[in-house]
């Protein structure tokens, strides 16, 4: 079976775009394929400098991909830091990687340019190396991705082939795969950017912790247009094509369709608003439950990182053994 591997970094909380956009995908294709999803703390910590706040947004974030419905024994969920291989293959793999490829590599210049007068971590010039141990290690051989991330694949693969080469077959070459598609979901305020959580305010993006009255306050206030007319039209009309297609991904139905049955913005953005709770009650639901349940969340866990550590421990060793280092 296709074994499949995507990894998110701890840090945020959740919106309704990466909920519909991304991560419900990932409930369904956890029975297509196996999958591996990993919560990559030590990735965070390349912009972190404060205690705790990478351990309490990985709990978050674990309660938050367990309540939309990822089930433990289907899939893999599992905390980068709970599985030492990540760093130890990490090392491995930043000696297969040469210092002018990672020169190369355009997010570590875009984020170490803005970051010009403050503290840029090695790590982050590093980083790329981190995330091929963390690809390779499962012998993965597809990595949904958006177009951000094609060139850590790209440098995973010749890193692959690099040490396949050098110390003979050892590692799939894995392949960036496009994500299946979900809803576009733009932000409230601004309907031709994406909905994204780095928005000057919060007043566009909707959480998916926030609560019912939150959630309707900010559909009420959203960005339309100056005319009246309900029209399924993303060029023309971002703002109400928007509420439409939030509304047909929470409550179902096409844009299309749904845009006939409205004759004003008022109710579509409450009938928008009222299906978005409704699809988050159960998630919030759940997701209190297990945060009021710290010992579940980590018998959830732990099943995870069970799981992740038999397959990383193995690719590990095959790795060393390839390379000849002296077993102890
Ligand atoms: N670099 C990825 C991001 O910023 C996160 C990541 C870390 C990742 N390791 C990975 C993604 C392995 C896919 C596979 O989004």
Request: proline letters at 4%; hydrophobic letters at 40%.
């Amino acid at each position: 079976m296709t074994r499949v591997l995507s990894c998110i970094q701890p840090t945020g909380d959740v919106h309704l775009g990466n909920y519909l956009g991304a991560l419900r995908n990932w409930v369904n294709g956890q029975h297509e394929k196996d999958v591996y999803h990993g919560i990559v703390d030590l990735h965070a910590l390349t912009v972190t400098t404060e205690s705790g706040v990478v351990g309490e947004s990985t709990v978050s974030l674990a309660a938050m991909l367990f309540a939309i419905g990822l089930d433990p024994d289907v899939a893999t969920i599992f905390v980068q830091s709970h599985v030492p291989e990540h760093s130890q293959l990490g090392w491995v793999m930043e000696c297969t990687v040469s210092f002018g490829e990672l020169s190369r590599m355009t997010q570590f210049k875009d984020k170490s340019a803005k970051r010009e007068t403050d503290f840029v971590a090695a790590g982050l010039f590093t980083y790329p190396a981190l995330q091929a141990a963390d690809i390779l290690l499962y012998d993965a051989n597809e990595v949904p991705v958006g177009d951000d991330q094609r060139q850590h694949i790209e440098i995973t693969r010749d890193i692959a082939i690099r040490f396949n080469s050098r110390f003979g077959e050892t590692f799939v070459v894995p392949e960036a795969v496009t994500p299946a598609a979900g809803a576009r979901v733009m932000d409230l305020q601004a309907p031709t950017s994406k909905m994204s959580k780095s928005a000057d305010s919060d007043a566009g993006c909707v959480f998916l912790l926030d609560d019912p009255k939150a959630i309707e306050k900010k559909f009420k206030r959203a960005v339309t247009d100056s005319e009246s007319e309900v029209r399924y039209s993303v060029t023309e009309k971002p703002g109400v094509s928007n509420l439409l297609d939030i509304l047909a991904a929470a409550g179902g139905g096409t844009p299309a369709q749904l845009a006939e049955e409205y004759a004003q913005y008022g109710l579509l953005k409450a009938d928008a608003a009222s299906a978005v709770i409704a699809m988050l009650e159960p998630v919030q639901h759940r997701y209190r439950e297990l945060m009021n349940d710290p010992g579940e969340l980590q018998r959830l866990l732990n099943i995870g990182a069970s799981k992740a550590q038999e397959q990383a421990s193995a690719t590990l060793n095959r790795a060393y053994e390839a390379i000849g280092l002296l077993p102890r």
